[in-house]
Each structure stands twice: as C-alpha cells, then as structure tokens.
C-alpha cells in the first residue's frame, strides 16, 4: 500500500456518500492510501472503513440497513425520540458487520472529525485516539439537526459537523498539508439552495441562536467553498473528485439499486482519474 503525503478531505453527504464509499474502495483496490483524513458527517463513517481498509463494508451498511428499524425510521422515533439511531450504526452494528478495531488502533493515518458546538458555534475537531476511547465524536458528526439527538461530550453539546464546515479543507491546510485530495457527492453544477426547514429549526432550536445563523448562512458558506475549490483545483492545488453526473440518490434514500449505482459510479470515476490523480500526488507538472 502505498501512502501518499496527502490529505484526504471527506464530504458528508447522506447516502450520497455510497459513491465516497466506491472511490475509497477503489482506493483500496490499487493501494492509494494517504497520511491524513478528515471528514464530517457522513465522509467520517467512509474513513473509518478505509483505515481499516475493509473494501466493501460501508455499502454493505448502507445497502442492507437502509431500512433495518433499529436504525432509521417511525420506530426510532417513538422510541428513542430520533429518526436515525447513530448509536445502533456505530455500536451494535459494528458487530453484525464486522468492524476491525484492532486495525483502526494500530493504524498511524491521522484522523479528525468535526462535530458542531452548540455553546461555541464553532466546529470542534476530533482525532482518531478519541474515536477509540468512543463513538461519541462521530456520532455527533452524523447527528442532523431535527433527526437526531444532540450528542453530549466533555460537557458540551453537539450537532452534525456538516452544518458549519460540510467540506474541510480549510482544517486540511491549517493542519500543515500541502496537497489534498477532496471527494464531493455532488457535481461540478451543483448550488445548494437556503435550508428549507430552518422555521422549523427556529422552533426546536431557539435554544441555540448558533446553530440557528449557522444554518440560516450554510448555504452560502457552501457554495463559497466549492467555487474555492474549484478555483485551486484549476491551479493544480488540490485534487478533486465529484460525480461526472448528478446521481439518483438523496440524502435520505434507501432503494438498494440507486445506492448501488452511486458507489458503482464512484469506482468509475476514481477509475477514470486515477493517472491525473497519481500525477498530482507524484507533483508531475504536466498533470
């Protein structure tokens, strides 16, 4: 396995992120692995399997537990008060599906993964030596608002990473990496539009006038990230792999045939980048 002097920037995503999960896993397939990652929200999960470098076992959680009661659905809610049971998905399920944490220990791969402070406003930042005391972190990364819970740690409360910083890259070069490669789940002409339910949000959240701007600029603070990116993969900057065509999978999908598609169409592209991806990490000029 090769390991490049990189950093890996993971976007969340949803269920989107089965076409982060066929980029990765090609990845593994032809031993391009990096130093550095860092992710929210759902890129976390998709890093966390790539560490261990177990190929196949993310789709497999996300094709065969779309749908699984325990994790998602009207009964999480009646009975946990969440749609999503992050803590089935990271702990129990972490069993039924094997997950290598003796891999994950031993790994040397620097891991972050952001989580929103609700006090502060702020994304505060996780490694992986926190991810094995416990799940808390990236459970907190996967929390949306609304849908899950707010997650307690250290005594302070968190929400999805994703509502301030949905694409780290700015905590890649303020951690001293010089080249990254960033893995979008949306295409070149995607624009996300103002959060729909934030009436709603100002309703349950009232609590939290932070995460309420938050959400009120996350749009623009999106769309401003991605036209900086673009800007610098231009210039050879940083390294960018997004899908070659919108797929047919939202944020909340469960159909095992377009989850499919989505991680088949990740492999296609990483496949299709792979030489102009080994150039830029290789520095060749004529990349």
């Not at 009646?78 to 990271?90: A, T």
């Not at 769309?223 to 997004?242: G, L, P, Q």
């Amino acid at each position: 396995m090769m390991i490049y002097n990189a950093a890996l920037v993971l976007e969340g995503g949803g269920m989107r992120s089965a076409y982060t999960q066929g980029v990765l896993d090609y990845f593994i397939e032809n031993d391009i692995d990096f130093n550095y990652i860092v992710g929210v929200s759902a890129g976390v999960g998709c890093a966390m399997n790539f560490i261990t470098k177990q190929k196949g076992r993310a789709i497999k959680l996300g094709v065969d537990y779309a749908s699984d009661k325990r994790v998602v659905g009207l009964q999480c809610w009646l009975k946990n008060r969440q749609f999503f049971n992050l803590d089935v998905l990271y702990n129990i399920l972490d069993k039924e599906v094997f997950f290598d944490e003796e891999a994950f220990k031993k790994s040397k791969t620097i891991l972050k993964t952001g989580c929103f402070n609700l006090g502060t406003g702020n994304v505060d930042y996780f490694d992986k030596e926190a991810l094995v005391l416990s799940k808390d972190p990236v459970i907190a990364s996967n929390s949306l608002p609304l849908l899950s819970k707010i997650v307690k740690i250290n005594g302070n409360k968190y929400l999805d990473g994703g509502m301030k910083d949905s694409i780290p890259l700015n905590k890649a070069i303020a951690d001293g990496n010089k080249k990254a490669i960033i893995i979008l789940t949306n295409p070149i002409d995607y624009v996300r539009q103002k959060e729909s339910t934030l009436w709603l949000m100002k309703i349950f959240y009232r609590k939290y006038p932070l995460l309420l701007d938050a959400m009120s600029k996350r749009h623009i603070v999106y769309n401003d990230m991605v036209k900086k990116i673009n800007k610098m993969a231009d210039n050879n900057e940083v390294f960018v792999i997004r899908p070659s065509k919108k797929l047919n999978v939202t944020r909340y999908s469960k159909d095992k045939e377009t989850l499919m598609e989505a991680y088949h169409q990740g492999i296609s592209d990483a496949k299709a980048n792979h030489q102009a991806l080994l150039h830029y990490l290789k520095g060749d000029p004529s990349a």
